[in-house]
């Protein structure tokens, strides 16, 4: 497809990958980004990447009216992405109507602004999460699917880290990779504003000239994560404070699985996402389509900064709305995208690894830690 293109929240760490990637792929095309650089994410002293001459950077605020209307006038994207939205599990507790106000509201002025500013738009995709599916999808012995129930506190705290099922469920269940076909089970609330930003496109989208792509992210991580935003995914934490010569403290006890899968792979789908002629309101599982529990993850990331393995421990403890077990099944997304993730985890890590130790030069605390 030929046309212009615009990406909200396109300084972040998948948008910024996304965009140098588009810049590749889509030599002839105008590309708008549109980002916050707010400095949780960024820094105090944000700024946008180097992205070339074809490339126009607005810093601006989603949520913004009038920002949206001026920048799609402008833009008349053929292509939108958007990606601009905050991610913070345990932070949208706190910051209730911080995470509402860009998740939702938001996403409302950029559909807002499509209707109002654009004859040219056929192509909306969203950058969504795997958190509307809660505990995911398990899978009793008469083959039945169904989501998990919400684990208690009063249980972890006595050691049973096990998901509870439906009284109807036939025993033994077992964790099963989770698809578009299950029930939306949103456990935060930054659960809810994506599954919201997804009702929102689905809907508006009836009878407009563009279609809404949605994409579920599982765990991204890879080389220009943050490492100051404590909200920015575990991975990245783990580099940092084994780079500081912390302890790593591993929750329960040790069996949380997640389905991590490299931001390479994530832009690639992105990228065939809004090339695609597919149904409006589709949804794609995004993943490596391969669990590891966060023991497992620690192991490799130790060796692969170069650690002891002394600097782990398994703690028991907890937090309430933590998932235990995360997975993407992505045949849906292989077969309608024609994609397939190119990185294991093992080669991601050592990616992210060499990135975090360049970002994070100690010397003289390296040299000890490594004997």
Wanted: net charge neutral; aromatic share 8%.
């Amino acid at each position: 497809m030929k046309g212009n293109i615009l990406v909200t929240g396109g300084a972040g760490f998948i948008g910024a990958r996304l965009v140098f990637d588009l810049v590749k792929k889509h030599p002839n095309s105008k590309l708008w980004v549109l980002d916050n650089l707010h400095p949780q994410v960024h820094g105090i002293e944000g700024k946008f990447p180097n992205f070339g001459e074809n490339v126009t950077c607005v810093r601006g605020d989603v949520t913004d009216s009038q920002t949206m209307r001026h920048l799609v006038r402008e833009a008349q994207p053929l292509i939108v992405y958007h990606l601009a939205a905050e991610t913070g599990t345990g932070q949208s507790y706190d910051e209730v109507t911080r995470y509402c106000q860009v998740n939702v509201v938001g996403t409302a002025q950029a559909i807002e602004a499509l209707r109002q500013e654009s004859t040219v738009t056929r192509r909306v995709v969203l950058a969504g999460s795997r958190a509307v599916y809660g505990e995911g999808a398990y899978q009793d012995k008469t083959g039945r699917e169904f989501v998990g129930l919400p684990r208690k506190a009063e249980a972890m705290a006595k050691g049973d880290f096990s998901v509870p099922l439906p009284s109807d469920c036939q025993p033994p269940a077992k964790a099963i990779p989770s698809h578009s076909g299950l029930r939306p089970a949103p456990a935060s609330v930054y659960a809810s504003t994506k599954l919201m930003q997804e009702y929102l496109l689905r809907q508006s989208g009836e009878g407009s000239p563009w279609r809404a792509i949605i994409l579920r992210f599982q765990n991204v991580y890879g080389p220009g994560q943050s490492l100051r935003n404590a909200y920015t995914g575990v991975l990245s934490i783990f580099c940092e404070q084994l780079l500081s010569g912390q302890r790593l403290e591993i929750f329960e006890d040790g069996g949380i699985t997640r389905d991590f899968v490299f931001v390479d792979d994530v832009v690639s789908a992105l990228v065939r996402a809004g090339q695609k002629d597919l149904p409006h309101g589709i949804v794609l599982d995004i993943g490596s389509g391969k669990p590891i529990t966060i023991l497992e993850t620690a192991r490799i990331l130790i060796e692969a900064l170069r650690c002891s393995q002394d600097q782990l421990s398994i703690s028991g403890r907890f937090r309430i709305g933590d998932i235990r077990y995360a997975c993407a099944d992505i045949r849906f997304a292989q077969e309608q995208l024609g994609w397939e993730p190119n990185v294991g985890v093992r080669a991601g890590l050592q990616q992210l690894a060499a990135w975090a130790s360049a970002q994070h030069p100690s010397p003289t605390s390296r040299e000890g830690q490594n004997g």
